[in-house]
């Protein structure tokens, strides 16, 4: 049985909730490469080069918007840096004739946004899901069943293993490997991938 955070604790190893990065963002679309979300976000695929993770360029006293990107199961997976802009401004170019996830998770911001063929479908704080938008709120309900993810107040004892904020993100997470097909995993993150420029040409 996996551990309840063990897929926070994955991304925490690779860096990606350092002071550097505060957190991270994650986005896959279904049925297509770097390449064309690059495209689906704006920014000049001619701009990737090859890379790990520990080799992302950042010379930039003030870096612009980038993306890290492969694949995984049929999805573009996708690590997006600096990009500020709400999932509801990209997302359903994103998810044009297809599907589209977008987990973001730092700077007191823990939301999920599913969109499917152009139009959001499900959106909630992944620390309190109880509140949703969306065209179908309850959309992924059926995936969500055995996560936890609204939290525990910690300073109430009388509960005995309190959902925090890691058990949260590792739900959203598994949630995202439930729909895809596959959990973001050590294999993904330590593989080279394409890094792309987001900002506008």
């Not at 520990?54 to 990107?69: K, S």
């Not at 309190?162 to 993100?169: E, M």
């Not at 596959?182 to 294999?187: G, L």
């Amino acid at each position: 049985m996996p551990h309840p955070t063990d897929l926070y604790d994955l991304l925490v190893s690779f860096g990606l909730d350092s002071e550097e990065y505060s957190g991270f963002h994650l986005l896959w679309a279904e049925g297509m490469g770097g390449n064309e979300l690059c495209r689906r976000l704006g920014g000049d695929p001619a701009s990737a080069f090859r890379c790990d993770i520990d080799n992302l360029a950042r010379p930039e006293p003030e870096p612009g918007p980038g993306m890290w990107a492969g694949t995984a199961n049929g999805w573009a997976q996708a690590l997006l840096f600096n990009l500020y802009r709400t999932p509801l401004s990209f997302l359903q170019e994103v998810s044009r004739d297809t599907r589209a996830l977008s987990i973001r998770c730092g700077y007191d911001n823990y939301r999920l946004d599913w969109a499917v063929n152009g139009i959001v479908v499900t959106l909630f704080a992944i620390d309190w899901p109880t509140e949703r938008g969306g065209t179908d709120p309850h959309a992924l309900d059926t995936l969500m069943e055995g996560l936890a993810f609204q939290l525990d107040n910690p300073d109430d004892y009388g509960i005995e293993d309190p959902v925090t904020i890691q058990i949260s993100v590792t739900s959203a997470l598994r949630l995202a490997g439930r729909i895809t097909g596959r959990e973001i995993d050590a294999k993904w993150l330590s593989a080279v991938h394409s890094n792309y420029s987001l900002k506008s040409s």
